[in-house]
């Protein structure tokens, strides 16, 4: 097992092709691929959650709870466990299986572990939802207003979550929208210098809802209006509609369509990346603490996603019948789990070069078969 002892001597070293490498018994470096062959970004998010620590350590002076918030952070993703199965014709997969993590609202690690669980509990919502009304579809619903400035970020939330809320209690609303789910996002514009704050929703509706006559189809120049009438503004504001493809087309099962826009769904309220820029000259990832500080105290106490009707009566069965334990990977058939990767954290004197460097194995088997 490892131990932390076993490391803390160790010097890095430059290798002959002039790559940086711990050394020691620190082997590869982690390589984790999707199943699409896309290598995952721990490395990077390790930096971006370093440059989002370093903010939150610099904003210590303003309040203490940020010191409290960049001390958490600081362990967060320095080790990584992967189960790796292997099928019998020598393909090798890896899953992680466990990881340290802070539980910080914006550390990018801990945001993408979420969005992946989150992912899993909104597929089965969705496919409960398709299973108890059959025929029910689902549209894509994007609600924005002007950006807001700088400084106005929680109020603009808070105006937005109302007026979603007001417009979901309309009898218009009511009789075509089943139910559905929402979430906020959030991105900085940096050249404007403002916030751009819009909703994205899933609405399903009955199945007649397109059908002529039925007076359950809202065009989007009605949507616009509706979003406009809820939000209390002069302005027209800019409305997208769309249906989404993939739900209820085979059966209470989500097609391959349905799964990805389910996962675009589930993905975190924020970027990261907008408040944060590499130095060049440093090779580092800085961040904005400004923007941070802002951020953190407009999202502090609020649910950035939310179910409505029906679709929050099945989630909350589903959380009554689930039980909380946390699940091991699950791997194809074919493939047995055959040994378990430990990567740690090592920063490189550079520090854009760091990287996860396998420490042990962890074999199942008494005899490892490689
Ligand atoms: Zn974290």
New binding site residues.
């Given amino acids: 097992m490892w131990n932390s002892d076993r490391f803390s001597s160790y010097r890095g070293q430059q290798r002959a092709d002039g790559e940086w490498h711990p050394g020691g018994v620190a082997g590869q470096r982690l390589k984790d691929l999707t199943r699409r062959g896309k290598r995952r970004r721990w490395r990077e998010r390790r930096l971006e959650?370093e440059a989002i620590r370093q903010a939150y350590e610099r904003l210590k002076r303003v309040d203490a709870k940020y010191g409290a918030l960049a001390e958490r952070?600081s362990t967060?993703?320095n080790i990584h466990w992967f189960d790796v199965a292997r099928n019998d014709v020598g393909v090798e997969i890896s899953r992680l299986s466990k990881t340290i993590?802070?539980?910080?609202r914006n550390?990018p690690?801990?945001q993408a572990r979420k969005a992946y669980s989150l992912g899993g509990q909104l597929v089965e919502a969705v496919q409960e939802m398709i299973k108890r009304v059959p025929g029910c579809r689902a549209i894509f619903l994007t609600l924005t207003a002007i950006n807001a400035l700088q400084g106005a970020l929680e109020a603009e939330l808070d105006r937005q979550s109302e007026a979603f809320t007001r417009m979901t209690r309309w009898v218009r609303f009511g009789r075509s929208v089943l139910g559905g789910m929402r979430r906020f996002e959030i991105t900085w514009n940096a050249i404007a210098r403002s916030w751009h704050v819009h909703i994205h929703a899933w609405l399903f509706v009955p199945h007649d809802y397109g059908r002529k006559g039925s007076g359950l189809f809202i065009q989007q120049v009605e949507w616009r209006q509706l979003w406009q009438k809820a939000l209390g503004v002069d302005y027209l504001p800019n409305v997208w509609v769309t249906s989404v493809r993939g739900v209820g087309d085979h059966g209470p099962n989500l097609g391959k369509a349905g799964r990805k826009a389910v996962a675009e769904m589930a993905k975190y309220a924020t970027k990261p990346g907008d408040m944060i820029d590499f130095d060049a000259n440093s090779g580092e990832y800085v961040c904005d603490e400004t923007l941070l500080c802002e951020l953190h105290d407009a999202l502090e106490g609020r649910r950035m996603f939310a179910f409505f009707g029906q679709l929050k009566d099945i989630r909350a069965d589903l959380n009554e019948d689930g039980d909380e334990a946390v699940e091991r990977p699950k791997f194809p058939p074919g493939f047995v789990h055959v040994c378990t990767e430990v990567y740690a954290w090592y920063w490189a004197p550079v520090r854009s070069q760091s990287d996860y460097f396998c420490i042990d194995r962890q074999y199942v088997v008494r005899d490892p078969p490689f």
């Fill in positions: 959650a952070m967060c993703g993590s802070c539980n910080c550390c690690q801990c």
